[in-house]
């Protein structure tokens, strides 16, 4: 397992298994490994979904090892973040109210470089991190980051709201 993966060897690996596991390519073979290819298939898909999307994997490892609870657990943010993120925020919720421009295009600009400095900051253990050379404090931090990029995704979703047409 590795945040970071060869891309294009997924796909394939996934390509690969799609000519092997295809039910289309079992429908002589009797029932039960017609059952099985569907089977196979359909985790063949799973997996290239899961695989081919960088968050989607980061959710899998985090939660194989241990590190995410539930889906809709948002987990523990450091204060500091929330602090930069409550004056977003409020930027954003006086936008409501009173569109300007330079207000929105600032607020845009502040989850920008939160984003960038957030992405900067876990990128080195995303590119460096595998099974056997990662650490449980590596594998917290990329708990910690994933917690606070999701935080971001919904706070940029609610601003995308405002955007001038």
Do not use: C
Not at 15 to 31: G, I, Y
Not at 87 to 105: G, K, R, S, V
Request: no cysteine; glycine share 4%; net charge negative.
């Amino acid at each position: 397992m590795a945040f970071v993966v060869d891309e294009s060897a997924i796909r394939a690996r996934y390509l690969q298994n799609s000519r092997k596991f295809h039910p289309d390519f079992h429908t002589l073979s009797e029932e039960q490994a017609q059952a099985d290819a569907l089977e196979l298939s359909t985790r063949n898909n799973e997996a290239f979904k899961v695989l081919s999307d960088p968050d989607a994997r980061m959710q899998y490892i985090l939660r194989e090892k241990g590190l995410l609870g539930t889906e809709g657990e948002a987990g523990t943010l450091p204060q500091d973040f929330l602090m930069d993120m409550m004056d977003i925020n409020e930027a954003i919720m006086e936008l409501e109210f009173d569109f300007q421009q330079e207000a929105y295009e600032s607020a845009l600009k502040s989850l920008k470089n939160l984003e960038e400095t957030l992405e900067s900051g876990i990128k080195p253990i995303l590119d460096s991190w595998t099974e056997e050379r990662g650490t449980e404090q590596d594998l917290i931090r990329v708990r910690d980051f994933f917690y606070k990029n999701r935080y971001l995704l919904r706070t940029k979703e609610n601003l995308s709201k405002f955007a001038p047409a």
